[in-house]
């Protein structure tokens, strides 16, 4: 590591003027300057003219990547409302028949490898044959357009297929990933009622073979509306489909013969349903549309992610979280998606940049937890592998601290371009994010994506500059849900985005905007730390606490007590033969004062085994939160959307403990 201290803010990277030339997004401002007569000084003035002139910006994105649609539009947006906002009515398109646009002889559609299976390419014509059979097969088993087709499948080439099937003849995709548990998948699938299912008989993680041969017997006995389930024999050539109900070997699916047909749809026919996390209460099912999904894909890929035709677009994903979704867009650009199927730690954290360097990766993505684990484990990349491909490295799920960014730059490249982003399932991208023209500071975001006004707003809705405030959009965006699955009058809609400031979506997390418009993200508002009147992020506290070598992992939470107390707990996971004494707590305690203030000190530290986190790899802040407010469990938490569900127990038991010690 640098010797140089690295705080928010510092400055580490500026692209050069070949980079700036070369990118995208000044391809499309030349553009506009050239078709539209618009001209722009710098980005900041794109930005603007994107969200005030948001019809104007929309329109140039169909027109400016050529959108196919066998019916034009009539108009851009009927009306700037949230939500109900109408977009391109009159338009009928198809988002796949728009992904087989971009077919090359010259490139592979896509890269897959696992723990099992070396490096390989799927060739365009094989992706295009397969995706035919099977939208022939789905036909077949009377599959319609808006019927709902689920998918119970790992990150593999099939999955890639079976959605963009499904897409073609205007069914609508939902996946789960097949380490979710039965409970977890069966909440989401039953809700939206598929009449087919694919699935895998097991899958293999972290060198193990997982059987799931019983899990899909028992998702076809809660799925009464299921007509038939396509079986993939992903983990042994022995599957046998009579072993289950109304089955299908995948084998059968891709001999069929027939021709790729892509069944027009309306701009806001739906395309697939994805959910919210589920780590309380009954997952909500996000409905997003064929042409809002494929425009804003177009949209960020292309300028914010600066993907061009070939490039190897790889993050780390499983088909349960939504950036499986967004690298499958990559293709809609014309880029190869490069899949993984596999413990990115196994056999050790080294796995994913040895697979960066053979599968020659333009664009690594990945979560800001890989990024940090790696940096703790000492990782040195760029001495052990050959990354001159490597264009840039992307961080999303939680915020990235200062350090982590230092991680990158000192570790992985110093001319490398960090694109830190943060968005959501619930609108298939990102409000904040990067921009090749832009400087990348430490702990920032480099920039508000365009067509997104974003901002920091505080109690009484007026935007914050240098100042931790909630995060809005007040224009609609194409990708916005269409709806909830199974929402009357639209209610939990409302509820989840609108029930704060009328009118403009409030995302949940706390951000703080610079006077140069990049942002810093301070972790989700409903788990908002606040002592004195002074809110706090979290991410702030695990910045400075993750900092120390011996701590591996934090927590913390703020607990609202009776009578105005306020409990503000941390626990820390320590490295192995490390233990949390008098000692340690102090280490720990003088770390966050001198890095923030006393008033972030917590009232008490404890040691735990392990931090509870969601099946991406997300802190479960509020689940934590609400168990320690003494709420019901089963309410609480959901453990079946957690990649540790056994870890929640400690904080159970704590509970019990903290009632006894207030009745006492």
């Known amino acids: 590591m640098s010797d140089e201290t690295i705080t928010e803010g510092t400055l580490l990277w500026e692209p050069s003027q070949a980079f700036k030339a070369q990118a995208n997004i000044t391809q499309y401002m030349q553009w506009l300057k050239a078709e539209k007569d618009l001209s722009f000084d710098d980005y900041d003035s794109l930005w603007e003219w994107s969200t005030t002139h948001t019809e104007d910006f929309w329109a140039s994105i169909w027109e400016y990547y050529g959108i196919r649609a066998s019916k034009p539009y009539t108009k851009v947006l009927s009306e700037r409302k949230m939500p109900g906002a109408k977009w391109f009515e009159g338009a009928e398109l198809n988002y796949a028949e728009n992904v087989f646009e971009n077919a090359s002889a ?44 689920a998918a119970y499948m790992p990150n593999i080439p099939e999955t890639a297929v079976a959605f963009l099937a499904t897409a073609s003849i205007g069914a609508i995709w939902s996946s789960c990933s097949p380490d979710f548990g039965t409970n977890s998948v069966i909440d989401r699938f039953k809700q939206i009622e598929p009449k087919v299912l694919f699935a895998v008989n097991g899958y293999t993680y972290g060198g193990k073979v997982f059987d799931r041969q019983a899990a899909v017997t028992e998702l076809q006995g809660a799925l009464p509306t299921l007509k038939r389930t396509v079986l993939v024999p992903y983990v042994t050539d022995g599957a046998d489909a009579s072993a289950f109900t109304d089955t299908v070997m ?166 490398i371009w960090l694109v830190s982003t943060s968005g959501g399932t619930d609108i298939c991208s990102g409000f904040l994010g990067g921009c090749p023209l832009l400087p990348v500071h430490a702990g920032e975001l480099q920039c508000r994506c365009l067509g997104v006004k974003a901002y920091a707003f505080d109690d009484s809705g007026n935007p914050l500059i240098d100042q931790v405030g909630e995060l809005v959009v007040t224009e609609p965006m194409p990708s916005m849900p269409l709806y909830l699955w199974n929402d009357t009058h639209n209610e939990r809609y409302m509820e989840s985005y609108f029930d704060t400031y ?65 409990y503000m707990p941390l626990f820390v996971v320590l490295k192995e033969g490390q233990v949390l004494d008098e000692e340690m707590k102090s280490k720990i305690k003088n770390k966050i004062r001198s890095a923030l203030s006393p008033r972030h000190l917590p009232d008490d530290i404890r040691a735990i085994e392990a931090v509870p986190r969601t099946l991406n790899g997300k802190k479960l802040e509020v689940p934590v939160k609400k168990v320690l407010m003494g709420m019901p469990v089963d309410t609480s938490v959901n453990r079946d959307s957690m990649s540790n569900p056994d870890s929640m127990d400690y904080f159970i038991e704590l509970a019990k403990e903290l009632g006894s010690s207030a009745s006492a």
């Open 106 to 149: 010259d490139r592979p559609a896509l890269l897959f490898q696992s723990e099992t299976q070396a490096l390989t390419e799927i060739s365009w014509d094989e992706l295009h044959q397969k995706v035919a059979s099977v939208a022939v097969s789905l036909r077949e088993m009377g599959v319609e357009r808006g019927d709902c087709v």
């Open 250 to 415: 995948w084998a059968e699916l891709v001999e069929t013969e027939g021709e790729l047909r892509f069944e027009q749809v309306p701009f806001e026919h739906p395309l697939w349903v994805v959910y919210s996390s589920g780590t309380t209460g009954l997952p909500k099912g996000l409905v997003h549309g064929h042409g809002g999904i494929l425009l804003e894909l177009i949209k960020f890929l292309g300028f914010h992610v600066d993907l061009k035709p070939g490039d190897h677009f790889f993050w780390f994903s499983t088909t349960g979280w939504v950036m499986w979704n967004i690298v499958m867009g990559g293709l809609l650009v014309g880029a190869t998606p490069v899949l993984f199927d596999g413990n990115p730690g196994y056999p050790d954290l080294d796995t994913l940049w040895t697979f960066a360097e053979k599968a020659k990766l333009k664009v690594f993505g990945t979560s800001a937890a890989f990024i940090t684990a790696c940096m703790k484990a000492g990782l040195t990349p760029a001495k052990d592998h050959d990354l001159t491909e490597l264009k840039a490295i992307g961080s999303t799920g939680s915020p990235l601290p200062p350090e982590g960014f230092q991680w990158v730059y000192d570790e992985i490249k110093k001319d």
């Open 502 to 566: 009328p009118g403009i979506w409030r995302h949940g997390d706390w951000v703080k905007m610079t006077p140069r418009g990049s942002m810093v993200i301070l972790g989700r508002s409903d788990s908002t730390l606040k002592r004195m009147g002074v809110r706090m992020g979290s991410s702030e506290i695990y910045s400075a606490v993750e900092d120390l070598p011996e701590v591996l992992d934090s927590l913390i939470v703020g607990v609202q007590g009776e009578g105005g107390k306020y």
